[in-house]
């Protein structure tokens, strides 16, 4: 049988790891190694791991100081022993058959990697009902990443550790973009890429200490040096991948301008914020010619270049609304 080798790296997931934990030693599938980072959490999250640890031998704690969900999940890479590797958050769990169904996809076509195009998020608790496994080129694969079409997070993803370590793809970039980069990379240098559409990955959208939620202006930028070193680093350099960076790049801009009015710090920021403004229109018409979007969303992209600022406060104001509706546990 396949190994796999689930990696979760933790920083302040108390409130959450158990519901992890346990949807992750309940698989349908056994033939797991299951690295638990505890990067340096201050509160318990690091004791409920090594309790877990005590009743299923599966399990591996490791104990390090902190350092950033980049390098918890490096550290649990360079001990991974399994034939293939998934990357999880210590604040989302797992359907029962996350493994399984992530295994028979790469098992049906020899994949270095499998994906799915759907998740469960707190919000969103529907599955799809029609499913079908296919094959999808490396190019294919990262674009729809890029646009995405897919979850960027590298997450709801089985990657072959071989591959990964060959081709030296890892989270050595700054957080947060890192798992766009991330996934974005093994997608490139995999031989092909099964995807299915059913969903078993859940996704936590109310952690008020994430990412998230706990809005940054260096999450922006960060996740702007990420995009940006894509288009750099890719080793695909078609057309059709090189516009899908660049629509992001835009995109990203647009996130930057986001998180400086979601943190009211315009006068902090003045450079930046008007550099973001500058870039959304200068870029667009480029974007517009080449982005493989449909109409609706050419639309509101140019309606986003008029008016950059009042469409942040707007995103702003809905993320917060269904923040406050949504208190799935």
């Known amino acids: 049988m396949i190994k796999v080798s689930i990696i979760v790296a933790i920083y302040k997931s108390e409130p959450f790891i158990r519901k992890c934990i346990e949807s992750i ?41 902190n350092g950033g969900a980049c390098e918890a999940r ?55 009902e029609s499913d079908r496994i296919e094959k999808w080129t490396n190019e294919d694969a990262a674009c729809a990443i890029l646009y995405p079409r897919i979850a960027i997070g590298p997450w709801n993803k089985l990657y072959r550790l071989s591959m990964l370590r060959e081709k030296n793809v890892s989270f050595s970039v700054p957080w947060s973009g890192e798992g766009l980069y991330f996934s974005c990379m093994a997608a490139q240098n995999s031989n092909c890429v099964a995807v299915g559409h059913r969903k078993i990955y859940n996704y936590r959208l109310n952690n008020v200490d994430s990412g998230l939620t706990n809005y940054k202006v260096e999450m922006g930028t960060n996740a702007l040096y990420n995009i ?23 995109k990203n801009y647009n996130y930057v301008l986001f998180l400086i009015i ?39 992209m140019i309606l986003k270049g008029l008016f950059p600022v009042y469409y942040a406060k707007k995103e702003l104001k809905q993320a917060q609304d269904a923040l406050k509706k949504d208190n799935m546990e």
């Open 74 to 128: 490096n550290v649990g890479l360079e001990v991974a022993t399994g034939d293939y590797v998934s990357i999880i958050d210590g604040d989302d769990w797992l359907e029962n058959d996350y493994v399984e169904y992530l295994v028979s996809c790469v098992e049906l076509y020899n994949a270095d990697m499998a994906m799915t195009d759907h998740i469960f998020t707190t919000r969103d608790r529907k599955q799809i």
């Open 228 to 250: 940006k070193n894509i288009g750099d680093v890719s080793i695909i350099r078609t057309p059709k991948l090189l516009n899908a960076v660049n629509w992001h790049i835009w």
């Open 262 to 300: 979601a943190t009211d710090s315009v006068v902090e920021n003045r450079e930046l914020y008007e550099t973001c403004i500058r870039n959304i229109r200068i870029r667009l018409p480029k974007v517009l010619l080449t982005a493989d979007m449909g109409l609706k969303s050419k639309v509101k």
């Open 25 to 65: 030693i309940e698989q349908s599938y056994a033939n797991l190694e299951i690295i638990l980072v505890d990067d340096g959490s201050p509160d318990n999250s690091g004791i409920i791991c090594d309790k877990f640890a005590q009743i299923d031998s599966r399990i591996i704690v490791i104990h390090k100081k």
